[in-house]
T-cell receptor, first 112, second 114 residues
Framework: DSGVTQTPKHLITATGQRVTLRCSPRSGDLSVYWYQQSLDQGLQFLIQYYNGEERAKGNILERFSAQQFPDLHSELNLSSLELGDSALYFC???????????FGPGTRLTVT | DQQVKQNSPSLSVQEGRISILNCDYTNSMFDYFLWYKKYPAEGPTFLISISSIKDKNEDGRFTVFLNKSAKHLSLHIVPSQPGDSAVYFCAASEGGTSYGKLTFGQGTILTVHP
């Protein structure tokens, strides 16, 4: 158990819908990262927050957004969902901006 | 453009022998490297890391070697155990920057036979 929690574990929704994925980092970790793992793309970095502020962006679609709240938990919002958005979404956290990242168990999103 | 490559999709070894997993990278700005292990239906688990100022780092049965001139790193597991069977990912970051984005390889499936 890494100490990073993610909810929900599974999510099935229809195209065009909007969903919110939630992540609680390890106690004391200020940095939160979101990654997407699809079958053909492997693990891809989406976005990083550090102590409430956006720090870095990867290949995150404009339909996707994230935020980190004062209690350091983070949410990833996915809207206008398409079939291709079906993937595993992982959250990770670390103490500092650059260092070992500890991953949560992931949320499996299925868009039908 | 895949900046981190694991060219072997799978590796099979006998229990007690050495497992060697390889990883190549192309981005010369990478200066911090990590290995993760992943079981099905779980998130990646951090194993070991190495900074570019070192060429070797050891932690128990796991040793990571870095060859900067060849842009190559490897993970050695000695002795291999059946519980080591998992997908292994190598990852890299531009540690000198102010963000911790990790770029991952595609993974190598390790199977350790009893």
């Amino acid at each position: 158990d890494s100490g990073v929690t993610q909810t929900p574990k599974h999510l099935i929704t229809a195209t065009g819908q909007r969903v919110t994925l939630r992540c609680s980092p390890r106690s004391g970790d200020l940095s939160v990262y979101w990654y997407q793992q699809s079958l053909d793309q492997g693990l891809q970095f989406l976005i990083q927050y550090y102590n409430g502020e956006e720090r870095a962006k990867g290949n995150i679609l404009e339909r996707f957004s994230a935020q980190q709240f004062p209690d350091l938990h983070s949410e990833l919002n996915l809207s206008s969902l398409e079939l291709g958005d079906s993937a595993l979404y992982f959250c990770a956290s670390s103490v500092v901006v650059v260092g070992e990242q500890y991953f949560g168990p992931g949320t499996r999103l299925t868009v039908t | 453009d895949q900046q981190v490559k694991q060219n072997s999709p799978s590796l099979s070894v006998q229990e007690g022998r050495i497992s060697i997993l390889n990883c190549d990278y192309t981005n010369s700005m990478f200066d911090y490297f990590l290995w993760y292990k992943k079981y099905p239906a779980e998130g990646p688990t951090f194993l070991i890391s190495i900074s570019s100022i070192k060429d070797k780092n050891e932690d128990g049965r796991f040793t990571v070697f870095l060859n900067k001139s060849a842009k190559h790193l490897s993970l050695h597991i000695v002795p291999s155990q059946p519980g080591d069977s998992a997908v292994y990912f190598c990852a890299a970051s531009e540690g000198g920057t102010s963000y911790g984005k990790l770029t991952f390889g595609q993974g190598t499936i390790l199977t350790v036979h009893p």
